[in-house]
């Protein structure tokens, strides 16, 4: 994995969880929403499609500067997911079959399984569904809120601190990482749009690349 890069962030810190958010059970009505991603939830459902500009800054566990990525994050429900980071080229797309990481910095593009895909995408399937299945929320200050899981053993951090911004959409989020760093997500400028489906988050191997299984 290439160092520092926010995907690398994503995989990283969730490749290290042994589980994901554990799915909503089968039902009519919609998915239960917390607080912080209730706006969300309820525009993704309604246009189908929501991208924003992200900047990714991830501590050093050795104690050096954070590391800052500026990206661009689009989500599509029920579980697509696409990081693109135009300065280094490098791109992720997850979906619930699996997905794609290009690396430009190594020149090879690794391949997702299912159930890797599934695990990196705790974090979006917050956004996605809602979360109120697997954590539970508490407000913390003006329009920010506490998240913590409700199963204490399900292997996901244990706090995270969502800030929404006046129209209710998520602005941050920060959680502590297993080796003890923090990572920021900071979102600014949503925008919703109708979905362009799965092929919007398939990507191919450039030509000259290896192609290689994530371990």
């Not at 794609?100 to 020149?107: A, K, N």
């Not at 399900?154 to 959680?175: N, Q």
């Not at 988050?201 to 450039?206: G, K, M, R, Y």
């Amino acid at each position: 994995m290439t160092r520092g890069l926010a995907c690398g962030a994503l995989l990283g810190l969730a490749l290290a969880l042994p589980t994901g958010v554990p799915a909503a059970a089968t039902n009519p009505g919609p998915p239960p929403t917390l607080a912080s991603t209730r706006a969300l939830v309820t525009k993704l459902a309604r246009s189908g499609r929501g991208e924003v500009p992200v900047t990714v800054s991830r501590g050093d566990p050795l104690g050096g500067p954070d590391r800052v990525d500026q990206g661009r994050l689009a989500l599509e429900p029920p579980d697509r997911v696409r990081l693109d980071f135009a300065a280094t080229g490098e791109r992720i797309a997850l979906r619930g079959d699996g997905g794609e990481w290009v690396q430009p910095s190594t020149r090879q593009m690794v391949k997702i399984r299912r159930e890797q895909a599934g695990l990196a995408t705790w974090l979006w399937e917050v956004f996605l569904a809602g979360g109120a299945d697997a954590f539970a929320e508490h407000a913390s200050g003006e329009r920010r809120y506490t998240l913590e899981p409700r199963d204490p053993n399900a292997g996901l951090p244990g706090r995270i601190t969502v800030t929404i911004d006046p129209k209710g959409l998520p602005s941050e989020v920060r959680f502590t990482e297993p080796d003890g760093t923090e990572t920021r997500y900071r979102f600014r400028g949503w925008s919703f749009r109708s979905a362009q489906g799965a092929k919007a988050f398939t990507l191919s191997a450039p030509k000259g690349y290896a192609t290689v299984d994530l371990p």
